[in-house]
């Protein structure tokens, strides 16, 4: 079957709206993962979901950012009240089990005017 | 907590010359490890984890846990090799959050 999926692959908007970005993982994937790459920074951890169990949110890096993950498949992250710092690729990556090897998708990237 | 170091952001290197992408962890417990790649315009993907112990595209990693590191090596690289490279640390039970390193790009000159 197909990778990892994500929409919308770019998004512009302007500073103060919301967005959402959304993950079609693996089918039959347990562990679902966001990250965000910048320029200099690397991958960094957003969020983990691993079955019906209550998300591992720690690395969310403001209250503006959410997600949740529905039928334990497609995901959606949503940014509020967006800010430029928060322009960056968005990736989402899922795996069979957890620590098992992630699947990535080709990410999505938020312009913040 | 675990962290993981890579401490070189480019490597630059000429096609046929060995390679060597250093990375190093802190973690008190049992390490899976892993490194992933990224070509130009095309998704992270998987290179090759530690417990596999295989060699993927002529490249081999070694967890050395007594000087903690799991560097990624190439006796001769390729242009085709230029790619970003990112370490990654996960956890062998207990929680399964990985740590990824900061990544090096390395750049094959022909």
């Known amino acids: 079957g197909a990778g990892v999926s994500q929409s919308p692959s770019n998004k512009v908007t302007e500073k103060g709206k919301d967005v959402e970005l959304r993950c079609d993982p693996i089918s039959g994937h347990t562990a679902l993962y966001w990250y965000r790459q910048s320029l200099g920074q690397g991958l960094e951890f957003l969020i983990y979901?691993?079955?019906?169990?209550?998300?591992?949110k720690s690395g969310l890096p403001s209250d503006r950012f959410s997600a949740e993950r529905t039928g334990g498949s497609v995901s959606t992250l949503t940014i509020q009240r967006t800010q430029q710092e928060d322009s960056a690729v968005y990736l989402c990556?899922?795996?069979?089990?957890?620590?098992?090897?992630?699947?990535f998708g080709p990410g999505t990237r938020l312009t913040v005017l | 907590a675990q962290r993981v170091t890579q401490p070189e952001k480019l490597l630059s290197v000429f096609k046929g010359a060995p390679v060597e992408l250093k990375c190093n962890y802190s973690y008190s417990g049992s390490p899976e490890l892993f490194w992933y790649v990224q070509y130009s315009r095309q998704r992270l993907q998987l290179l090759l984890r530690?417990?596999s112990r295989e060699s993927i595209k002529g490249f081999t990693a070694d967890l050395n846990k007594g000087e903690t590191s799991f560097h990624l090596k190439k006796p001769f690289a390729q242009e085709e090799d230029s790619a970003m490279y990112y370490c990654?640390?996960?956890?062998?039970?207990?929680?399964?959050?990985?740590?990824f390193g900061r990544g090096t790009s390395l750049i094959v000159h022909p």
């Open positions: 530690h417990i």
């Open positions: 979901f691993q079955g019906n169990s209550a998300p591992d």
């Open positions: 990654a640390l996960s956890r062998m039970g207990g929680s399964y959050i990985p740590t």
């Open positions: 990556a899922s795996s069979f089990a957890p620590g098992d090897e992630q699947f």
